[in-house]
């Protein structure tokens, strides 16, 4: 979604995107070149394979309940918690039921 976000506003994260059958979707709030931050909604049993970024990422789970695994070792990460992925670690997402993440990622 390439809608551009009014700035200095009150958002409720939750109405920002709605779930797709079947989907991961995504809207970027900030993308600037020092960092990112990104909303997902992940259908259930949706999810990213393993990957690495070069840079450290932080989860925020704002609906629902996901098992990301990193270097292959799973965390359960619900609705009102955070983890932060390492840089350089293989990490993937598997949505246990449908779930909703803000992704922060610090590019300095």
Do not use: C, W
Not at 58 to 70: A, C, T
């Amino acid at each position: 979604m390439s809608e551009k976000v009014d700035l200095a506003h009150v958002f409720d994260l939750a109405k920002m995107l709605d779930y797709q059958e079947g989907s991961v979707v995504s809207r970027t709030i900030i993308n600037k070149e020092v960092g990112t931050v990104t909303l997902f909604s992940f259908d259930k049993d949706e999810g990213l394979s393993e990957h690495t970024t070069p840079f450290d990422a932080l989860v925020y789970v704002f609906d629902g309940e996901v098992e990301i695994s990193i270097s292959k070792k799973p965390h359960i990460v619900k609705k009102g918690q955070m983890i932060i992925m390492p840089a350089h670690e293989p990490h993937a997402l598997k949505a246990l039921n449908q779930f909703k993440m803000m992704l922060v990622m610090i590019k300095a």
